[in-house]
């Protein structure tokens, strides 16, 4: 017998009784917590002006998220943006760090439908002085005198600020995100993996993860996009 799809019966109804990890719904329960919170800091910060996008969690190394605009479309071809957070930052962080991530992230949605968004991966002055509007400081090595510019820039919460007034009104509702990702060792048992780089000598496929670009290198080459300035993966 199956013992994850094993119910016990009620005493004395002759009901069963499901399972307790059955009843569970981690998806529903992430998903539309995030899409709660989008909702309120649209409201609070943006007027509810943005569009709604498509929240992914994306394991991209060395960012806690991104951005990518009409990244999906549906049957219809009615498109939508992509907001992609990485779950690997939210056990180590405090729930205003990942919401502010999420802002941050809107911020650069915003500036895709009513801005001039830089080029690639480039934190322009338009999106800096947004940033600072809503009670977020850009910065890229996370101290007030950082650089609010360029390819990779960060933020601090402005303390008394629109974005975190906001962010303890959604707290005070008993906002939370349940579900954080394990710290396992690294292969476990049943862990899918990505395609292995070949080590033979032979050339493998290398892919930007935003667009549709691909080359040819060695299995241990670093190739990064150049109109997204991010790593390109290989197997891909």
């Known amino acids: 017998m199956n013992i994850h799809a094993q119910a016990d019966a009620l005493p004395g109804t002759g009901q069963q009784q499901a399972a307790p990890e059955l009843t569970l719904k981690p998806t529903r329960e ?31 190394k060395g960012t806690f998220g991104y951005f990518a605009g009409r990244k999906f479309s549906n049957d219809a071809g009615q498109p939508a943006d992509e907001i992609a957070l990485n779950p690997q930052g939210f056990a180590d962080r ?3 760090d990942i919401l502010a991530t ?28 947004k940033m600072k509007a809503i009670g977020l400081h850009p910065t890229d090595n996370g ?25 303890k009104k959604l707290a005070a509702r008993d ?30 496929r290398y892919c930007c993860p935003d ?8 299995y241990d080459a670093k190739l990064v996009c150049g109109d997204h300035m991010v790593a390109m993966t290989p197997g891909a």
């Open 175 to 204: 906002f939370t995100l349940t579900w954080k990702e394990v710290k396992l060792p690294p292969q476990q048992p049943g862990e899918g993996a990505a395609q292995p780089a070949d080590k033979s000598g032979k050339r493998v």
């Open 102 to 129: 999420l802002v941050h992230e809107m911020v650069h949605l915003w500036q895709h439908h009513h801005g001039t968004p830089g080029r690639g991966r480039y934190h322009n002055r338009e999106w800096a002085e």
């Open 143 to 167: 101290a007030e005198d950082g650089n609010e510019t360029g390819e990779r820039v960060g933020h601090m919460i402005v303390p008394g600020g629109a974005f975190e007034a906001a962010a």
């Open 30 to 60: 992430t998903y539309d917590r995030l899409q709660q919170a989008y909702e309120h800091f649209n409201k609070a910060l943006f007027d509810g002006t943005l569009p709604n996008a498509l929240i992914t969690l994306q394991r991209r």
């Open 211 to 218: 667009c549709d670009l691909k080359a040819w290198a060695k």
């Open 94 to 96: 405090d729930l205003p």
